[in-house]
């Protein structure tokens, strides 16, 4: 009867273990991040700045598995705004992401999540939570605690500031680039893939009239693009190209 009741302990040790076991975890270019790791991004806190997080999300298990995406607002400035992209890309009121990531067995998704943090003029720090879960189990799951730090803007008249806009964004068959505040003289625009690779260049006289890119050779997904002036390159900012 003991040795029945001993057997028994241990299946129910077995399947508790299996039920809290995590199969997701967190990484970025550099390496992996424990869970619940406390990260801090620091960035520009220009009215037309945004401070970008980028995270792997790595699914451990034997199966094939959907996954969703939280975000928590543990402390945020006033003033700022903040929106992220799993699945698809959302507004700053949404929390958790309408559709799954499918995440085949040991893989890893590489370029589905980036966390999207607006400043807008404001100095300090927000603070933001970022969980990911399966589906199915929602106690299987991996959290990352973000710190978006703003600091002093590189240029504090915005009215003087040049900048480059993309629209519509997210984007289909085209996207349009209009060109605010710089000189008239070349400047180079630049698009990039999620993973770093340069997929359009263009040299333009800007007159600040809109450019006007075809998107029919660019895969759904997301990219970032820059522009080169006066021997220094702009921020990169996000275009989602969607099919």
């Not at 399966?134 to 978006?148: L, Q, R």
């Not at 009239?209 to 080169?228: K, Q």
Request: with cysteine.
């Amino acid at each position: 009867m003991k040795m029945k009741l001993f057997f028994l302990m241990l299946v129910s040790i077995g399947l508790t273990t299996n039920t809290m076991a995590q199969n997701l975890s967190l990484s970025h270019d550099n390496g992996p991040f424990a869970p619940n790791e406390t990260i801090y991004i620091w960035g520009d806190s220009g009215m037309y700045s945004t401070i970008y997080c980028y995270l792997h999300v790595t699914n451990n298990s034997a199966s094939d598995m959907e996954v969703l995406m939280k975000k928590i607002e543990v402390n945020v400035l006033a003033g700022t705004e903040n929106s992220f992209c799993w699945g698809g890309c959302y507004g700053p009121s949404v929390f958790v992401s309408p559709t799954s990531v499918a995440i085949g067995a040991a893989q890893t998704d590489l370029s589905s999540f980036s966390g999207d943090y607006w400043p807008k003029g404001q100095l300090g720090q927000s603070t933001i939570r970022y969980t990911f879960f399966d589906k199915n189990n929602v106690n299987d799951s991996v959290s990352i605690i973000v710190v978006y730090g703003s600091g002093t803007a590189s240029v504090n008249d915005f009215e003087t500031e040049s900048v480059v806009t993309a629209y519509p964004n997210p984007a289909s068959t085209f996207v349009n680039f209009s060109f605010q505040n710089y000189s008239y003289e070349p400047i180079q625009l630049m698009i990039y893939s999620a993973t770093g690779a340069e997929v359009y260049r263009s040299v333009i006289l800007t007159d600040n009239a809109p450019l006007s890119v075809d998107l029919s050779n660019f895969n759904s997904g997301i990219y970032y693009y820059s522009v080169f002036h006066q021997g220094q390159a702009s921020e990169m900012k996000k275009l989602v190209v969607l099919h």
